[in-house]
């Protein structure tokens, strides 16, 4: 969680819906039993403090080291500092920027992870979104279809893309691959409205947008 972020100033404290984004997530976490520890990794533990959380029973705050500050540091990187210090079976990563990911997503992605790894099949898990479309290059040219040719897109071969909500693995895996994605990854397909990660000003408008739908939602319930 970074104190600072280049096209949403300030979006990890920033309000959403009554409270800061960085809690959403945070609190998705903490309702879950599986998850027996939070780590944050910033350097934001003074911003942090003034929105009231501090170091607590399952919430840990590790200073971000300063080599490992700014917008270019690889994630992977910081996470090899992470489970350097923090001893684990099972790594679960996710981002301030996933609102929308729920509790029982993410009860889904740990139990498709444990069924693989007990399998033999899988060594980590990733979330995706599930895409079929037409896709072109710059040029014009088609990637994965022929425009003479035309078929319903959703006949078309899926396509998965990596949405950075949420990611599973040892730390075996980790070291193996050297990344939070092994070498034999489960890709799990998420709701799309839930998958939103807050990058730019438009993706803090369909959050803000999503949240009001579901708080609508709940008051009709």
Known sequence: MKANSQRVKGKNFRPLHGRPLFRWILDALLALDEVERV?????????????????????TIRDRRPDLCGDTVSMNLILAD???????????????????????????ALAAYRAGVAAGMADSLFTVNRIQTRFYRADGSPVNHDPANLIQTQDLEPWFEENSNLYIFSRESFAAANARIGRRPILHVMDRLEAIDIDTPEDWALAEAVALLRARQADAA
Do not use: K, Q
Request: no cysteine; proline share 6%; aromatic share 2%.
């Open 39 to 59: 780590v944050i990794n910033t350097d934001a533990r003074a911003i942090l403090a003034e929105n009231g959380l501090t170091d607590g029973p399952r919430v």
């Open 82 to 108: 992470d489970i350097a210090a923090v001893a684990a079976d099972t790594y679960l990563m996710t981002h301030t920027t996933n609102p929308m990911l729920s509790p029982a997503t993410i009860r889904a």
